[in-house]
Protein backbone atom coordinates (compact mmCIF):
# COMPACT_ATOMS: atom_id res chain seq x y z
CA UNK A 1 0.00 0.00 0.00
CA UNK A 2 1.60 3.40 -1.21
CA UNK A 3 2.02 5.67 1.51
CA UNK A 4 3.14 9.43 1.57
CA UNK A 5 4.06 11.16 4.88
CA UNK A 6 4.67 15.17 4.92
CA UNK A 7 6.59 17.02 7.44
CA UNK A 8 8.65 20.27 8.08
CA UNK A 9 5.03 22.65 8.44
CA UNK A 10 4.98 24.94 11.58
CA UNK A 11 4.45 28.67 12.62
CA UNK A 12 6.40 31.58 10.57
CA UNK A 13 6.34 35.04 10.08
CA UNK A 14 5.58 36.43 7.03
CA UNK A 15 8.03 36.70 4.54
CA UNK A 16 9.65 34.05 6.55
CA UNK A 17 10.37 30.60 4.73
CA UNK A 18 9.56 26.98 5.57
CA UNK A 19 10.39 23.61 3.67
CA UNK A 20 7.95 20.96 3.27
CA UNK A 21 9.18 17.17 2.65
CA UNK A 22 7.22 14.47 1.52
CA UNK A 23 8.31 10.98 2.06
CA UNK A 24 6.83 7.80 -0.38
CA UNK A 25 6.88 4.09 0.55
CA UNK A 26 4.93 1.21 -0.79
CA UNK A 27 5.05 2.70 -4.40
CA UNK A 28 7.39 3.28 -7.44
CA UNK A 29 8.30 6.49 -6.58
CA UNK A 30 11.27 7.22 -9.01
CA UNK A 31 8.47 6.18 -11.89
CA UNK A 32 5.48 9.04 -10.86
CA UNK A 33 4.89 12.53 -10.91
CA UNK A 34 4.75 13.88 -7.40
CA UNK A 35 2.20 16.84 -6.33
CA UNK A 36 1.24 19.42 -3.72
CA UNK A 37 -2.38 20.49 -2.67
CA UNK A 38 -3.04 22.85 -0.12
CA UNK A 39 -6.08 23.47 2.31
CA UNK A 40 -6.76 27.01 3.84
CA UNK A 41 -8.51 26.91 7.25
CA UNK A 42 -12.20 26.15 6.16
CA UNK A 43 -11.92 25.97 2.32
CA UNK A 44 -11.70 24.36 -0.11
CA UNK A 45 -8.52 22.47 -2.40
CA UNK A 46 -6.18 24.34 -4.42
CA UNK A 47 -3.47 22.48 -6.71
CA UNK A 48 -0.12 23.86 -6.02
CA UNK A 49 2.27 22.32 -7.73
CA UNK A 50 3.70 19.19 -9.52
CA UNK A 51 7.02 18.02 -10.81
CA UNK A 52 7.57 15.40 -12.95
CA UNK A 53 9.29 11.57 -12.54
CA UNK A 54 13.05 12.96 -12.78
CA UNK A 55 12.50 16.37 -11.47
CA UNK A 56 13.53 17.96 -14.92
CA UNK A 57 10.14 19.60 -15.50
CA UNK A 58 7.96 21.74 -12.83
CA UNK A 59 5.05 23.62 -12.81
CA UNK A 60 3.40 26.27 -10.44
CA UNK A 61 0.14 27.92 -9.38
CA UNK A 62 0.29 31.32 -10.31
CA UNK A 63 -0.50 32.32 -6.71
CA UNK A 64 2.93 30.53 -5.98
CA UNK A 65 4.98 31.20 -8.76
CA UNK A 66 8.53 32.80 -8.18
CA UNK A 67 8.09 31.86 -4.24
CA UNK A 68 8.17 28.38 -3.98
CA UNK A 69 10.17 25.65 -5.67
CA UNK A 70 9.07 21.93 -5.62
CA UNK A 71 12.34 19.47 -6.24
CA UNK A 72 12.61 15.48 -5.48
CA UNK A 73 15.25 13.25 -4.56
CA UNK A 74 14.50 9.66 -5.85
CA UNK A 75 16.94 8.03 -3.92
CA UNK A 76 15.54 8.91 -0.41
CA UNK A 77 11.77 8.74 -1.84
CA UNK A 78 11.29 12.62 -1.22
CA UNK A 79 9.84 15.26 -3.03
CA UNK A 80 10.04 19.11 -1.29
CA UNK A 81 8.69 22.23 -1.19
CA UNK A 82 10.78 25.10 -0.62
CA UNK A 83 8.28 27.86 0.16
CA UNK A 84 9.82 31.64 0.65
CA UNK A 85 8.22 34.87 1.34
CA UNK A 86 5.14 33.54 2.91
CA UNK A 87 1.97 35.18 3.30
CA UNK A 88 -0.33 35.04 5.79
CA UNK A 89 -2.72 33.80 2.74
CA UNK A 90 -0.08 30.78 2.00
CA UNK A 91 -1.82 29.48 5.74
CA UNK A 92 -2.89 26.11 4.80
CA UNK A 93 -2.71 21.84 5.20
CA UNK A 94 -0.10 21.20 2.70
CA UNK A 95 -0.73 17.53 1.20
CA UNK A 96 1.54 15.71 -0.95
CA UNK A 97 -0.30 13.44 -3.87
CA UNK A 98 0.43 11.20 -6.96
CA UNK A 99 -2.42 10.44 -9.37
CA UNK A 100 -2.66 7.79 -12.03
CA UNK A 101 -5.37 7.41 -14.17
CA UNK A 102 -7.12 5.04 -12.23
CA UNK A 103 -5.79 5.86 -8.51
CA UNK A 104 -4.56 9.10 -5.90
CA UNK A 105 -2.64 9.06 -3.12
CA UNK A 106 -2.44 11.68 -0.50
CA UNK A 107 -0.51 12.12 2.58
CA UNK A 108 -2.03 13.13 5.68
CA UNK A 109 -0.92 16.65 5.59
CA UNK A 110 1.13 19.32 7.00
CA UNK A 111 -0.10 22.56 8.89
CA UNK A 112 1.81 25.86 8.22
CA UNK A 113 0.69 28.81 9.92
CA UNK A 114 2.14 32.10 8.34
CA UNK A 115 1.52 34.69 11.29
CA UNK A 116 3.38 37.58 13.32
CA UNK B 1 -7.26 28.85 -15.84
CA UNK B 2 -10.54 26.08 -15.88
CA UNK B 3 -13.29 27.19 -13.55
CA UNK B 4 -15.05 24.41 -11.97
CA UNK B 5 -18.32 24.93 -10.45
CA UNK B 6 -20.44 22.51 -7.71
CA UNK B 7 -24.13 22.77 -6.83
CA UNK B 8 -25.27 22.78 -4.28
CA UNK B 9 -22.72 23.12 -1.89
CA UNK B 10 -24.52 22.04 1.10
CA UNK B 11 -26.45 18.75 0.82
CA UNK B 12 -28.80 17.30 3.58
CA UNK B 13 -29.87 14.16 3.20
CA UNK B 14 -32.27 11.39 4.89
CA UNK B 15 -30.27 7.94 5.50
CA UNK B 16 -31.54 5.72 2.64
CA UNK B 17 -32.34 8.55 0.36
CA UNK B 18 -30.60 9.06 -3.03
CA UNK B 19 -27.94 12.56 -3.24
CA UNK B 20 -27.23 14.28 -6.67
CA UNK B 21 -24.36 16.58 -6.99
CA UNK B 22 -23.66 18.51 -10.36
CA UNK B 23 -20.25 19.91 -11.68
CA UNK B 24 -19.90 22.40 -14.28
CA UNK B 25 -16.62 23.26 -16.11
CA UNK B 26 -15.93 26.37 -18.18
CA UNK B 27 -14.19 24.56 -21.20
CA UNK B 28 -14.63 21.06 -22.58
CA UNK B 29 -12.43 18.47 -20.10
CA UNK B 30 -12.14 15.90 -23.41
CA UNK B 31 -8.43 15.17 -24.58
CA UNK B 32 -7.84 14.90 -27.71
CA UNK B 33 -7.03 11.21 -27.24
CA UNK B 34 -10.31 10.55 -25.71
CA UNK B 35 -9.94 10.80 -21.97
CA UNK B 36 -12.12 13.09 -20.06
CA UNK B 37 -10.08 14.23 -17.00
CA UNK B 38 -12.98 14.61 -14.82
CA UNK B 39 -12.38 13.28 -11.49
CA UNK B 40 -14.72 12.92 -7.91
CA UNK B 41 -13.24 13.17 -4.40
CA UNK B 42 -14.64 12.73 -1.01
CA UNK B 43 -12.86 14.44 2.05
CA UNK B 44 -14.44 12.84 5.10
CA UNK B 45 -14.14 14.87 8.49
CA UNK B 46 -10.20 15.30 10.06
CA UNK B 47 -9.02 13.17 6.47
CA UNK B 48 -7.31 13.63 3.35
CA UNK B 49 -9.14 12.88 0.40
CA UNK B 50 -9.85 9.63 -1.27
CA UNK B 51 -10.34 9.29 -4.85
CA UNK B 52 -14.22 8.13 -5.80
CA UNK B 53 -14.46 8.48 -9.13
CA UNK B 54 -11.96 8.78 -12.10
CA UNK B 55 -12.30 9.65 -15.71
CA UNK B 56 -16.07 10.69 -15.46
CA UNK B 57 -17.72 7.31 -14.43
CA UNK B 58 -15.12 4.85 -13.26
CA UNK B 59 -15.44 3.68 -9.43
CA UNK B 60 -12.00 3.72 -7.93
CA UNK B 61 -10.13 0.38 -6.08
CA UNK B 62 -13.13 -0.41 -3.35
CA UNK B 63 -15.51 2.35 -3.82
CA UNK B 64 -19.08 1.21 -3.15
CA UNK B 65 -21.78 0.76 -6.19
CA UNK B 66 -23.83 2.82 -4.40
CA UNK B 67 -21.17 5.81 -5.91
CA UNK B 68 -21.57 6.68 -9.84
CA UNK B 69 -20.44 9.76 -12.06
CA UNK B 70 -22.04 9.96 -15.53
CA UNK B 71 -21.46 13.42 -17.94
CA UNK B 72 -18.77 14.74 -20.75
CA UNK B 73 -17.91 18.03 -21.86
CA UNK B 74 -18.43 20.40 -19.51
CA UNK B 75 -21.63 18.60 -17.01
CA UNK B 76 -21.00 15.98 -14.99
CA UNK B 77 -22.96 14.07 -12.04
CA UNK B 78 -22.00 12.31 -9.12
CA UNK B 79 -24.77 10.27 -7.81
CA UNK B 80 -25.01 8.52 -4.45
CA UNK B 81 -27.59 6.06 -4.32
CA UNK B 82 -29.16 5.26 -0.45
CA UNK B 83 -26.90 7.23 1.56
CA UNK B 84 -25.31 6.24 4.55
CA UNK B 85 -23.95 7.46 7.88
CA UNK B 86 -20.30 6.82 6.56
CA UNK B 87 -21.04 9.14 3.14
CA UNK B 88 -21.11 12.39 5.41
CA UNK B 89 -17.69 14.68 4.35
CA UNK B 90 -17.11 17.18 1.92
CA UNK B 91 -17.41 15.81 -2.34
CA UNK B 92 -14.95 17.85 -4.72
CA UNK B 93 -15.30 17.42 -8.27
CA UNK B 94 -11.19 17.97 -9.83
CA UNK B 95 -10.01 18.48 -13.57
CA UNK B 96 -6.56 17.47 -14.55
CA UNK B 97 -6.64 18.22 -18.25
CA UNK B 98 -4.07 20.70 -17.68
CA UNK B 99 -2.50 23.13 -15.15
CA UNK B 100 -2.95 24.64 -13.05
CA UNK B 101 -5.36 21.55 -11.78
CA UNK B 102 -8.35 22.60 -10.16
CA UNK B 103 -10.89 21.92 -8.07
CA UNK B 104 -14.70 22.57 -7.55
CA UNK B 105 -15.95 24.38 -4.20
CA UNK B 106 -17.32 21.51 -2.55
CA UNK B 107 -20.41 20.32 -1.45
CA UNK B 108 -20.90 19.27 1.84
CA UNK B 109 -23.01 15.94 2.33
CA UNK B 110 -24.94 15.89 6.17
CA UNK B 111 -26.95 13.60 7.50
CA UNK B 112 -30.33 14.90 8.38
Known amino acids: EAQLVESGGGLVQPGGSLRLTCVGSGLSFRNVWMHWVRQGPGKGLMWVSRINSDGGDTTYADSVKGRFTISRDNVKNSVYLQMDSLRADDTAVYYC?????????WGQGTPVLVSS | DIVMTQSPLSLPVSPGESASISCKSS???????????LDWYLQKPGQSPQLLIY???NRASGVPDRFSGSGSGTDFTLNISRVEAEDVGVYYC?????????FGQGTKVEIK
Open chain 1, 97 to 105: ATFSLDSAH
Open chain 2, 27 to 37: QSLLHRIGYTY
Open chain 2, 55 to 57: LVS
Open chain 2, 94 to 102: MQSLQTPWT
